[in-house]
């Protein structure tokens, strides 16, 4: 049966991937094509309900998709705030960008720690089975 409990670093994953969701909402007033602004709030409503899914059910396809979440905002936050995004100009004092790029990175710090103690908990499961 795999392993659904909760950690801190797993709550940590769940609040830096709402965290991600509240930047998107904001950054998508920003937008100007109604297209796109629905597509961003799209996209915020799936990282919400990852973030739903991680703090009550944290199975490996919800840390997936935080992670590739993850990977999404590390990734936008990086090119708004050096070469910008496509057809716009760079913005280095982005206040969306750079806390979504500090979201991005606790919740992979967050994932790593998660990783490892659940590691720690699955070595020590079969270290007390005492059959064969």
Do not use: H, K
Not at 33 to 51: D, E, R, W, Y
Not at 52 to 66: D, K, Q, S, W
Not at 100 to 110: E, F, H, K, R, T
């Amino acid at each position: 049966m795999p392993d659904t409990s909760q950690t801190v670093s797993s709550l940590v994953v769940a609040g830096a991937t709402a965290a991600q969701a509240v930047l998107l909402v904001a950054w998508s007033t920003r937008v100007t094509t109604s297209t796109l602004t629905a597509g961003v709030v799209g996209f915020a409503l799936i990282t919400a309900l990852v973030a739903l899914a991680l703090a009550f059910r944290n199975t490996f396809e919800a840390r997936l998709a935080a992670a590739l979440i993850a990977t999404y905002a590390l990734t936008s936050g990086l090119l708004v705030v050096t070469i910008g995004l496509p057809s716009l100009a760079p913005e280095p004092t982005d206040p969306v960008a750079l806390v979504s790029l500090v979201a991005a990175m606790a919740g992979y710090v967050a994932l790593e720690v998660d990783r490892r103690a659940r590691a720690t908990r699955a070595a020590l499961r079969r270290a007390r089975r005492t059959y064969a």
